[in-house]
């Protein structure tokens, strides 16, 4: 049989969810979204549970959307809008990290990229290990960041820096994303698990009640319209998926070589 996309290891209080798809640099296709939002919706019922930790396997977290899966997805028969592919997969996702009243830390080592960056933005903590390569990735293929990335990003980086990253997918380094306020903290790469685990034990110790109420009055007091703000992304996705320079970048990508954008 072979191994599963989403390893879960539930040790002393800490779910630590590994995204398994290392051949692929850990890139989402429908079954690993499927897999995590099963996993995280046991997190959250399950009271053993008291802080979930998200990490990839191999030599990055995500790579974000699986561009050979979404061509698939694209050009079958019955091809599915982005906008729904947005609401039935990463939207979801994000709104079970932001909902959960617990805390949810990206441990971050080697590359993320495109959602897989989106989703380690709307967790509410995140740790990098030295070797940490962030890069939005979507401007490349004529996209918007999504997954709660046009929100998140800019919250935390603020928006003229947001905007040069999404608009330029520069990569950055784990000091550079620790500098503009992207990581909480930058450990050795080699030490990268082990921190992670530490740096949340620290949070099984706390009371759950502060963690889950404080956790609930930050997302009240700064994201009160987060879920409707994905709908308004995904449209915004829909909008620029429209034209043909979305599948020129995908398939730029896929050939290695420059896109040729119509600016459509
Ligand atoms: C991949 C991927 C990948 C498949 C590397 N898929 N194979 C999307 C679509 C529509 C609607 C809604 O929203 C979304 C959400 C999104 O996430 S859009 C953004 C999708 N992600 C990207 O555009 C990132 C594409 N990847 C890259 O830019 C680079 O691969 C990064 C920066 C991630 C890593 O660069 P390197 O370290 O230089 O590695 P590499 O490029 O050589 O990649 C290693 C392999 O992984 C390679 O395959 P190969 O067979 O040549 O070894 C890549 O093709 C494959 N890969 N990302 N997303």
């Known amino acids: ?59 990055g977290f995500s790579a974000g959307q699986d561009l050979e899966a979404f061509v698939r997805l694209k050009t079958s028969p019955t091809p599915i809008s982005v906008a729904e592919h947005l609401r039935k997969s990463y939207n979801r996702v994000v709104i079970s990290i932001r909902s959960m009243e617990k805390p949810v830390i990206a441990s971050l080592g080697g590359i993320a990229a495109g959602v897989g960056l989106s989703i380690a933005l709307c967790c509410d ?14 401007s490349k293929i004529g996209l918007i960041p999504d997954g709660g990335g046009s929100l998140m990003l800019p919250l935390l980086a603020g928006l003229g820096r947001g905007l040069e990253l999404a608009w330029t997918s520069d990569r950055i380094d784990a ?19 082990s921190d992670t685990h530490a740096f949340a034990r620290r949070f099984v110790e706390v009371s759950p009640i502060a963690i889950g109420l404080t956790k609930r009055a930050f997302n009240r007091a700064i994201l009160p319209g987060f879920a409707g703000w994905l709908e308004e992304e995904a449209d915004l996705q829909e909008e620029a998926a429209a034209g043909p320079d979305l599948m020129e970048g995908v398939r730029a990508f896929m050939e290695k070589r420059k896109p040729a954008f119509a600016g459509r």
């Open 1 to 59: 049989m072979s191994e599963s996309v989403l390893l879960r290891d539930h040790r002393a209080g800490v779910l630590t969810l590994t995204f398994n798809r290392p051949d692929k640099l850990n890139a989402f296709n429908d079954e690993l979204t499927q897999e995590l939002l099963s996993a995280l919706g046991d997190a959250e019922r399950d009271p053993a549970v008291r802080v979930v930790v998200l990490r990839g396997a191999g030599r």
């Open 125 to 138: 903590l995140r740790v990098a290990g030295d070797d940490a390569v962030l890069t939005l990735g979507f």
């Open 175 to 193: 000091r550079e994303a620790h500098r503009i306020g992207l990581v909480n903290k930058v450990v050795a790469a080699a030490d990268l698990e």
